[in-house]
């Protein structure tokens, strides 16, 4: 009898917030959707210390995106205006991205998740794109065109040289960190999506491509088909 194919778990990070006066967890729906359109199955990533085991039971990893920022001390800086962390987030997805490049999981990383890969990697971010390239576009709202370099894992999933994408963020990607890739920019040269020269089932993305149509579905096939190939490492 023919094995049943194993479908793969994808863990998405959780976001955090208070919701009714209380401390919760939760993720936008447009993440689940995505993953299960790809044919994963999606389960929601909450805080724990056990991280080793957690990330043992999974194939692919979505690290979300959110309305906070990663503290600039990650990268050597002090803040340049006020920003909004969440320490005990930052510190748990930092752990188990970690995680999954020992044990081989495939990465996405969306929007925060694209710059938390960055800074691990040694590199550094815009504090605040306005402030810090001023003639820039405005990137907290709206679509724009993204240019996307060639012999890239990004050209290999999109099968384009650009694409538009949606955009809802005050930070990015400044210096790129050890063995980062730079696979697309905005027009105005602001990074749009990095990649991992060591591990190359890990890609970060600036933008939201599961709050877009079918064509951006493309990415979140390529996390599950690589999920689908994972062999689980002790």
Known sequence: ?????????????ADTGDINSRPSYFIYKAYILAVERAGGIPV????????????????????SGGNF???????????LMNLVTLPDRTAF???VYIESLIKGVPVLG????CQLINVIAGGSLYQDIKLQV????????????????PRTTLHSILGQDSTPANTSHHQ??????????????????VI??????????VLGIQWHPERMDQDMQGIYRWLVAQASGHSPKP
């Open 172 to 189: 990015a990607v400044r210096e790129p960190g050890r063995d980062i890739i730079v696979s697309a920019r905005a027009g105005d040269g």
């Open 44 to 63: 929601l990533l909450t805080e724990t210390p056990q991280v080793h085991d957690l990330v043992g039971r999974l194939d692919g990893l979505v690290i």
């Open 192 to 201: 749009e999506a990095i990649e991992h020269r060591d591990f190359p089932n």
């Open 134 to 149: 001023p003639a820039s576009r405005d990137h907290t709202q709206g679509e724009h065109l993204v240019v996307i370099e």
């Open 93 to 95: 997805e930092a752990a």
């Open 69 to 79: 920022d990663i503290s600039p001390a990650l990268y050597g800086e002090a803040p």
């Open 110 to 113: 969306i929007c925060g998740g």
């Open 1 to 13: 009898m023919e094995a049943l194919r194993k479908i793969p778990l994808i863990g998405i990070t």
